[in-house]
C-alpha cells in the first residue's frame, strides 16, 4: 500500500467513524420511539376489543362508573400522574391513564 493509499484509506475511515457517532443519538431516539409504539394496546387489537377497551374512558358505553379508569384499576400498575402505565391484563403492554375496559377492577 503507497502513502497515499494509507491516507486516502484513514481519511475514509475518519469520515465513517464520525458519521457513524453523529448518526447514534438519532437511531437511539427512533428505536426508542419504536419500541414504546409497539408497547402501547391499540384499542384494535383482539384482546382490547373484547374488553370493549377504549384509551378513553369517556368513549367506552358500557362504562357506568365515571371514576373508573384504568389509573383506578387494580391492574394498572403506571406512576401516578403518568399519561399511560402497564396494564397485567395486556401482558404488561402500556394502557391510557385514562382508558377503560370491562375488566376494570378498583384497586385497593
Ligand atoms: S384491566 Fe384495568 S388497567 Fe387494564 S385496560 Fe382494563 S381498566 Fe385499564
Redesign the pocket.
Known amino acids: 500500500m503507497t502513502t497515499a493509499a494509507s491516507h486516502a484509506s484513514r481519511r475514509r475511515f475518519i469520515k465513517i467513524s464520525v458519521t457513524g457517532l453523529a448518526a447514534a443519538p438519532f437511531a437511539a431516539a427512533l428505536l426508542s420511539g419504536t419500541a414504546r409504539a409497539v408497547d402501547a394496546?391499540s384499542e384494535s387489537d383482539p384482546t382490547a376489543v373484547s374488553?370493549g377497551?377504549k384509551a378513553d374512558a369517556t368513549k367506552a358505553p358500557a362504562r357506568k362508573d365515571s371514576a373508573?379508569?384504568?389509573s383506578t384499576?387494580?391492574?394498572?400498575s403506571g406512576k401516578p400522574g403518568a399519561g399511560d402505565g402497564p396494564?397485567?391484563?395486556?401482558g404488561g403492554k402500556l394502557?391510557n391513564a385514562k382508558?377503560?375496559?370491562?375488566?376494570?377492577?378498583k384497586k385497593a
Open positions: 394496546v374488553l377497551y373508573a379508569v384504568c384499576c387494580a391492574l394498572y396494564c397485567s391484563l395486556f394502557v382508558g377503560w375496559c370491562t375488566a376494570w377492577a
